[in-house]
């Protein structure tokens, strides 16, 4: 039987009801664990929370630890749970293909890679109609890099400030984090420029982006015109003529930021960006591995919500659900460029890979879950907007869909970060409540909430029940 367990805070809310009864947990005991964790798993692996949490079983958007205790999931294993934990369909189309074929490469040929690039490919626009299959963001980002130059014949790639994009040595250029950052040569012919974040930039007003939650800051601008918007376009244009030669490879932009908690541009940035970027003979990639597969509510994928169609796409976390795999989706002329010389990726597109991304687009389509994105994620985000309304510590709430960041201020006139002990408490709360949510931001002062998709307003009413007695908590100290 499920454990019950007391908080340390007590909360009114009261946890949804969940009927899966998850396996008795047999391994070894928690110290046991802790003790391999610092003797045989790198320490660059860290954990979350003071008391890490021994996780043992997971459904749908619930996760449950050895002593049986049941968590909301509401960062969803960093983005990357799109359709639930252990979801019926995919884990039934998984264990089918385990017993028929595992693994072949791309030396011969399999049903589910054929079928699995036909579907992927005609849910994207055209000319971004061919696909390669790798194994995770970072090694897609690296291939997208890696084809932008061979296809332009430039060298340079233009990045936000606060963009996270991958730890290879190829993309750490293009993370612009200070954290990710090690002390050796990287990054050569990368460009960093500034973010153009309406809430924490220079410029930035109560209607720039494309989110049922405005900033707090006020606009002045006439209808139909964006201040901050075209300040933030000439910075880019300073970047394109200060730090980049005449002809660049590429600009690569994730639709919403991730990492760094959530970050949205004015509407119509992303536009003139990729149209000077073309000017100057580069390409446009749109880094999807967060705002993809329909979790942005509106659109299937993120650079729809700005109007524009990219040049190369890179895919990966809810692409599998969990499983380890990830895509470039480009146009044939720049795919074309890849085959000059041989490019190989043994296990990239192997038919398990195949067989569960087909499962995992099968599951949205049925389970409504782009829709519900766009329902549950808005009604999530008005109801935290009433939180920043009432706590002088929440600066922001933004985001689009079930893509959400609640940005922690010490208060709203200077916008300063809040110190980390005091986002630290208030996080471990949630914890104790039952609800897990990420963190980002340069100062970990950003909560980063992006579910698996299939969670309900009711458990919308519990996680904000529980985050608003966290606030209350932390008021009181």
Not at 138 to 164: H, P, Q, V
Not at 358 to 382: C, F, H, P, R
Request: aromatic share 10%; proline share 5%; with cysteine.
């Amino acid at each position: 039987r499920q454990q019950k367990w007391k908080s340390s805070v007590s909360t009114q809310a009261k946890m949804p009801p969940c009927d899966f009864v998850p396996e008795k947990y047999e391994s070894y005991p928690y110290e046991r664990m802790r003790k391999i964790r610092e003797q045989n798993i790198s320490p660059s692996l860290r954990t979350y929370y003071k008391k890490p949490l021994l996780l043992h079983q997971g459904h749908m958007q619930w996760l449950f630890d050895y002593e049986g205790r049941r968590y909301l999931d509401l960062f969803a294993g960093i983005v990357t749970v799109s359709v639930g934990h252990c979801h019926p369909k995919v884990t039934m189309a998984t264990q089918k293909q385990l017993l028929r074929l595992w693994h072949t490469t791309n030396i011969y040929m399999h049903p589910s890679i054929h079928e699995y690039a036909e579907k992927l490919t005609s849910l994207l626009p055209d000319p971004l109609k061919v696909v390669y299959l790798t194994n995770s963001g970072s090694e897609a980002n690296d291939l997208a890099m890696f084809m932008a130059r061979l296809y332009t014949r430039n060298f340079d790639i233009i990045t936000f400030r606060g963009a996270y994009h991958g730890g290879s040595p190829y993309t750490l250029g293009l993370t612009s984090i200070g954290h990710y950052k090690h002390g050796v040569a990287n990054g050569f012919g990368c460009a960093t420029t500034m973010l153009p974040d309406v809430f924490r930039g220079p410029w930035g007003g109560s209607r720039c982006r494309d989110s049922p939650v405005q900033t707090v800051r006020q606009c002045s601008c006439p209808e139909g015109v964006c201040h901050a918007n075209s300040q933030y376009i000439e910075q880019f244009k300073d970047t394109l003529n200060t730090s980049v030669p005449e002809k660049i490879a590429g600009f690569i932009a994730e639709p919403i930021q991730g990492v760094n908690g959530a970050v949205q541009y004015p509407r119509n940035f992303l536009k003139e960006a990729y149209q000077l970027v073309r000017e100057r003979g580069g390409v446009c990639i749109s880094d999807e591995v967060q705002t993809g597969f329909g979790r942005t509510g509106s659109h299937f994928w993120g650079f729809q919500t700005h109007d524009v169609v990219p040049d190369i796409v890179t895919l990966a976390k809810g692409i599998g659900n969990g499983f380890p795999m990830a895509a470039v989706v480009a146009t044939k002329e720049i795919a074309r460029s890849l085959a000059q010389s041989l490019h190989f990726n043994t296990f990239g597109g192997n038919p398990l890979a195949c067989i569960v991304g087909a499962a995992v687009l099968d599951a949205i389509e049925e389970d409504g879950l782009q829709k519900n994105s766009e329902d549950v994620g808005t009604y999530m985000l008005l109801e935290l907007a009433k939180l920043r309304d009432k706590f002088e510590i929440i600066g922001d709430v933004r985001g689009k869909g079930l893509m959400i960041g609640v940005e922690m201020v010490t208060d709203k006139d200077s916008r300063h970060p809040l110190p980390a002990e005091d986002t630290n408490q208030i996080w471990e709360d949630c914890k104790d409540m039952g609800v897990l949510i990420g963190r980002g931001g340069l100062h970990g002062q950003t909560f980063r909430i992006k579910p698996p998709m299939c969670i309900t307003k009711k458990d919308v009413d519990f996680a904000v029940e529980v985050f608003n007695t966290a606030l209350r908590k932390h008021m009181e100290r």
